[in-house]
């Protein structure tokens, strides 16, 4: 190989990597920069209509039904703001919780409802021992009374 | 005292030498610390039982490969600009370690996904910026190795080193800027830490643990590295013949 050619393929190949790389970088900017829509984002149809895409919010409280088959599973995903109803078939992940984070793939079918083929849980960046996150929760309760609310308050580590 | 003096590898590679073992030292005692009270004295979490003590590797693994990073281009630019041949060896030392520990952090991530979010992996924007940053490790690597001319395949490599730079604040950012699976950081300087003193205490002594080893690491890598590329220099020569 001549110096030139070697020259050649370096540059070539430092131009590949960075290309590949920046390839990479916009791939993600594109498909999945917006990694899932809300449910307002939804109701205002800016989320994708006749392909899949991903929702993300909070499992509302009291909203997860099983069907009689025993492994559907209907549940409604909010903002606090919008509500989008989800049905999902399989099995939930072990951090699945009301008032908790999810982020469900799926469609958007005519009915209204968001038919789920992957349903993954959201969990916050809130670490505390068991007993701080009770006392957290009684002090929280204790200042709202009897007001039920789905708002996550981040200083209360993810509210109920 | 002349600090410009150890900008030479002659006589840098005996101060390197002196200094590795006291930093392997502070690793492995920092190590076993953070260890201890990762497994034995920080709680168990309230929502995600015991499987979120793998922070104390994951989260100062993550760190150190977006810090090695920094430092590595920086040697790389300073090694490009003044010229200095110690500083593109240093670049190159820290490059195999920053990798080693971008690997370690998606390993750890995936093995803390499976359980938490129930999947091992998804393309959002947080794990897709720093598996572009292990690409840009091996990248470095395979460029500086692929040229066979050290001085050469310095500059070529530090040209890429600080190209990918630009990678470092979108990781960094990624989970403030758009929606991602990835939760938020715990630790930032911005606010206070959303977590439990004693958890936070062993993450920061891990994070010192690996900041040690790296440092150690990168100094037994130099050393190697000024050995082999100074090897017809007269004064690597007279050690091998002692």
């Not at chain 1, 990694?35 to 392909?51: K, L």
């Not at chain 1, 919008?82 to 399989?90: A, E, F, Q, R």
């Not at chain 2, 793998?54 to 090695?68: G, K, N, T």
């Not at chain 2, 080193?161 to 950081?185: D, E, M, R």
């Amino acid at each position: 190989m001549t110096p030139r050619r070697k020259r050649l393929a370096m540059v070539v190949g430092g131009v590949a990597v960075l290309g590949i790389g920046a390839a990479l970088i916009l791939n993600a900017f594109n498909s999945n920069l917006v990694f899932f829509y809300s449910p307002t984002q939804v109701a205002a149809n800016e989320a994708p209509t006749g392909r899949s895409f991903r929702i993300g919010g909070l499992v509302e409280q009291g909203s997860v039904k099983r069907e009689s088959d025993g492994v559907s599973v209907r549940f409604v995903v909010t903002d606090t703001a919008k509500i989008v109803p989800v049905v999902y078939k399989g099995i939930l992940p072990d951090l699945f919780k009301e008032g908790k984070g999810v982020v469900a793939q799926g469609k958007l079918e005519a009915d209204g409802v968001f038919h789920a083929s992957e349903v993954l849980a959201k969990h916050d960046e809130n670490y505390m021992p068991p007993e701080a996150a009770d006392a957290l929760e009684k002090a929280h309760k204790a200042a709202q009374g009897s007001e039920k609310t789905l708002v996550m308050d981040k200083s209360s580590g993810g509210g109920q | 005292m002349n600090l410009f003096k150890f900008s030479s590898p002659q006589t840098f590679y005996p101060l390197a030498g002196r200094l590795a073992p006291l930093f392997w030292g502070l690793a492995a005692v920092l190590g076993a610390v953070g260890l201890y009270i990762g497994f034995f004295v920080a709680p168990t979490d309230f929502q995600q039982g015991d499987s979120y003590r793998i922070i104390f590797i994951h989260v100062p693994a993550a760190w150190m490969s977006m810090f090695l990073y920094l430092v590595m281009a920086v040697w790389a630019a300073v090694g490009l600009v003044l010229n200095t041949r110690l500083s593109s060896m240093m670049a190159t030392a820290l490059a195999p370690t920053g990798a080693l520990m971008t690997f370690i952090a998606l390993w750890t991530g995936s093995l803390w996904g499976r359980p938490t979010w129930g999947t091992w992996w998804v393309w959002d924007a947080r794990l897709t910026s720093e598996l572009i940053l292990l690409f840009l490790y091996i990248g470095f690597m395979a460029l500086h190795a692929s040229i066979d001319e050290p001085r050469r395949a310095d500059k070529a490599a530090a040209i890429l080193a600080i190209v990918g730079v630009v990678n470092v604040p979108i990781i960094y950012f990624s989970v403030k800027w758009w929606n991602t699976l990835h939760q938020g950081s715990s630790v930032s300087l911005t606010k206070s830490p959303s977590m439990a003193a004693t958890m936070l205490a062993g993450m920061l002594v891990m994070a010192l643990a690996f900041w040690m080893y790296s440092i150690a690491a990168g100094l037994t890598r130099v050393r190697s590295i000024i050995l082999e590329r100074e090897r017809n220099s007269a004064w690597a020569g007279a050690m091998q013949e002692n």
